[in-house]
């Protein structure tokens, strides 16, 4: 099966400055993929060029099996895509806002009140655009990509300003959008979020890619031992360098970061009772993906 987002070395260029590098991606049908990077990293350019907004200047992208940027592509009738603020008319409903969007792209009426059922906004469908809060405009924003009926649907920074409960609506809504089998690519800066809900994520920095895979791959997850020593943690250092599978111990006041093997956590903790350091908490140490994306792009 082809995948539903294929670029092979895209690249996009303004004058001298190169926003996008070769970037080579490939997502499956089917999965929620994170693509993360700082500011000004190339994202919004990468989108651009997918959905055909902007022509690369190098390289190809595909979707759906079809090429972009060869005039219209077949495929971006397949595709839902919400980019940046919605721009909502204010004085229409949620509805007619809605309405209007369906007329200009063929799309019959009836798809607009499947999409708002599908988002959670039947109920405030007839309310002016004016009255929603941020929360029930990024929603209709999202019923605005469905109306296609997309298999594909690219939304950029789908909880931008919403408050805790609002960002958890959302999150729960992408996964039941995927959950219907459609794919589902993510650009977001809430690194906690797109933990809890992509399969696989890629982090671009200055327009290259610079990791990319499963998000638990990436973190590594059980690779360490996180201990923290009752009194003077140096002698506990000591001891379990002359260890000789424990490699670093990073030192942070009297918590210790074991490089070790998880599955040692128990011997660990005998071999220092033995020796008469008191441990007052062990367990495996996990990284974020909020540690992993600042540890490699540099960005503290």
Not at 171 to 177: A, H, K, Q, V
Request: charged letters at 25%; one cysteine or more; proline letters at 5%.
């Amino acid at each position: 099966m082809t995948a539903a987002i294929l670029t092979e070395a895209l690249t996009k260029r303004y004058g001298v400055r190169v926003a996008v590098d070769q970037l080579s991606l490939s997502v499956s049908h089917g999965e929620i993929f994170g693509l993360l990077g700082p500011n000004g990293a190339g994202k919004t350019t990468t989108i651009a060029m997918l959905l055909g907004l902007v022509t690369p200047s190098a390289g190809r992208a595909s979707l759906l099996g079809h090429e972009v940027g060869r005039g219209p592509s077949p495929a971006l009738r397949r595709v839902g895509a919400m980019i940046e603020a919605p721009a909502l008319y204010p004085y229409l409903s949620g509805y007619d806002n809605l309405r209007v969007l369906a007329r200009a792209g063929g799309i019959p009426e009836a798809r607009v009140g499947a999409v708002l059922q599908t988002v959670g906004m039947a109920g405030r469908a007839r309310d002016k655009a004016a009255a929603y809060s941020q929360g029930m405009r990024q929603r209709l924003a999202i019923a605005a990509a469905l109306l296609p009926t997309p298999e594909l649907i690219i939304l950029d920074e789908p909880t931008n300003g919403l408050d805790p409960a609002g960002t958890v609506e959302i999150r729960d809504l992408i996964r039941e959008l995927a959950a219907d089998g459609r794919t589902i690519l993510l650009c977001s800066h809430l690194l906690h979020e797109v933990e809890q809900i992509c399969g696989r994520v890629a982090i671009l920095k200055e327009g290259r890619l610079i990791a990319q895979g499963s998000v638990d791959d990436l973190l590594r997850r059980d690779t360490g031992i996180r201990l923290r020593i009752e009194g003077d943690p140096a002698r506990a250092i000591t001891l379990l360098r002359d260890l000789p599978w424990v490699g670093a111990v990073i030192a942070e006041g009297d918590l210790l970061l074991v490089d070790a093997p998880a599955a040692r956590v128990a011997e660990l903790n005998r071999y220092l009772a033995r020796s008469e350091v008191a441990v007052a908490e062990i367990g495996v140490r996990e990284r974020s993906l909020e540690s992993f994306f600042l540890e490699v792009t540099g960005d503290r």
